[in-house]
């Protein structure tokens, strides 16, 4: 499933876990390992621009860090991210440089890419979001099937089985999600792709695309 790959997903300069992704073909087979890799990177962080702020937790003193923001490890913030009142980051999470984590929104198990932004009233779990992606207010990733079983990705005419029971999505580089949508378990969207408010999004999504429902997606001329 080309379209799903690393390379086709991600400028991975963009992002301090740059090396997590080597050796692997899709996105989705580093998030077992996203705990154990921060905690090795972050112990040769340099001090003069992170400072550890409890066990396994390395924030870098340019971040802006609300006093109500719950930060708990495995975590690294990058320089200049913004965590605001009342995020909540259970763990397992890299907040790449300038990245927004917004009023209430959770992380879990995460990757955000340089430049992301999840400003309000998001869940981002088991995901990884690409330099500079952008989730609307309220909007989610569900990252377990509602009947518990291995999240299996599907496109039109292929399926790869991933073995693992939590995954929310992958969002390429410049991918918009608009208000209020729902990124069920095992969401692909490609490259420079914007999704309408209130969608309900399943499998692959194109790159450059405009996804206005699972009936209805057309090219997104702007991204060309």
Known sequence: MEQCKISNLFHLDETIAKDLFADVTYPWEVLPKIGAFIRELGKGLDSSIFEQRGEDVWVAKSADIAPTACL???????????????????????????????????????????GVQVPHYNYVGDSILGYKSHMGAGSITSNVKSD???????????????????????????VEVGCNSVLNPGT?????????????????????????????????WNSF
Request: charged fraction near 15%.
């Open 148 to 174: 518990k079983t291995l999240v299996v990705v599907k496109s039109a005419n292929e399926e790869i089985a991933t073995g693992l029971k939590k995954f929310g999505a992958m969002l390429g580089d410049f």
């Open 188 to 220: 692909v969207i490609g490259r420079n792709t914007n999704i309408y408010p209130l969608s309900m999004v399943r499998g692959v999504v194109a790159p450059n695309s405009i996804y206005k429902n699972k009936n209805e997606i057309v090219g997104n």
């Open 72 to 114: 708990n490890g495995p975590l690294i913030v990058d320089e200049h991210a913004q965590i605001r009142h009342c995020a909540f980051i259970r763990g397992n999470a890299i907040v790449g440089n300038g990245a927004t984590v917004g009023n209430s929104t959770e992380l879990k198990n995460v990757i955000l890419f340089n």
